[in-house]
């Protein structure tokens, strides 16, 4: 067992810091989830108090470590084509258009990249049927600098794939064989129409857009109410009036200045 205590002014510092710097919103609830996930890592390098940490964590030359503080007290699960319905729906509305203009879709939260390759399968496959014209692009983001390095490599554990069709994993994906069994690789033509860059969304956003199809689900859940708010107003500014914008399907809907219409659970289109 640990001797390294974690003091209600830490814990309260912590929180200052994570509010601050990334958005991330703990209440007191939460002082045994950042001890339980923080302490490790502070045994593992050597720093003698959650007090040294917390140091660690205000030093500017530190940054690389405040990463690793963020994606230790976040939740990066996610999975190929996660709530279909929301695939099933975008593959619809683009059907319909009318127009063989650029697309552009932004993933806004994009963790390891789940979310952007199916989106990348899903056009390629549109295109390929001839649904859509080739002029499509997109952009996926996060907060965490660790997540997109793992998803610029694009390899995954087989299960993650596992609600791709057998024809996509055909088209787009290589088995591993030997020492790389289980793992999955995203070939090139998938991966070259992703492009992936670090943003904090609680900062401005400042020239990207505009986008026909905006997803940023499954992250409000770390950010307080006015935060929320702040989030979402900002994200739709990018979006172009019509356009389809995604939240996970539990998250309901976000109280926001921007007019939305609802269009399926947790689909909406910006109406203005």
Not at 32 to 54: K, M
Not at 57 to 86: C, G, I
Not at 182 to 207: A, H, S, T
Request: net charge neutral; with cysteine; charged share 25%.
């Amino acid at each position: 067992m640990s001797n390294i205590s974690f003091s209600d002014r830490e814990f309260k510092r912590i929180s200052e810091i994570m509010y601050q710097a990334a958005g991330l919103s703990f209440n007191d609830s939460k002082k045994s989830l950042i001890q339980s996930r923080l302490l490790p890592r502070i045994q593992r390098i050597g720093a003698g108090s959650f007090a040294e940490y917390i140091a660690m964590l205000e030093d500017e030359s530190q940054a690389a470590e405040f990463q690793m503080a963020v994606d230790l007290l976040t939740t990066n699960e996610t999975y190929f084509f996660r709530e279909p319905k929301h695939y099933e729906l975008l593959e619809q509305e683009l059907a319909s258009r009318k127009s063989r203009a650029p697309l552009a879709v932004w993933s806004a939260a994009s963790s390891f990249g789940d979310e952007a390759y199916s989106t990348a399968m899903l056009l390629a496959d549109m295109q390929m049927q001839g649904r859509i014209g080739p002029d499509w692009s997109i952009l996926a983001t996060d907060i965490s600098h660790r997540v997109l390095l793992s998803a610029k490599e694009a390899i995954y554990p087989q299960d993650r794939l596992r609600a791709v069709s057998p024809e996509r994993l055909r088209r787009y994906c290589l088995r591993g064989d030997g020492d790389s069994e289980g793992q999955v690789l995203l070939q090139d033509k998938i991966r070259e129409r992703v492009q992936f860059g670090r943003l904090n969304l609680c900062q401005p956003v400042d020239g990207i857009g505009p986008f026909d199809v905006i997803f940023l689900r499954n992250v409000l859940i770390y950010f307080d109410v006015p935060t929320k708010i702040e989030v979402v107003d900002r994200v739709l500014a990018t979006l172009k009036p019509g356009g389809l914008f995604f939240l996970g399907t539990a998250e309901g809907r976000v109280a926001c200045k921007t007019p939305l219409q609802t269009v399926q659970p947790g689909a909406f289109r910006k109406t203005a």
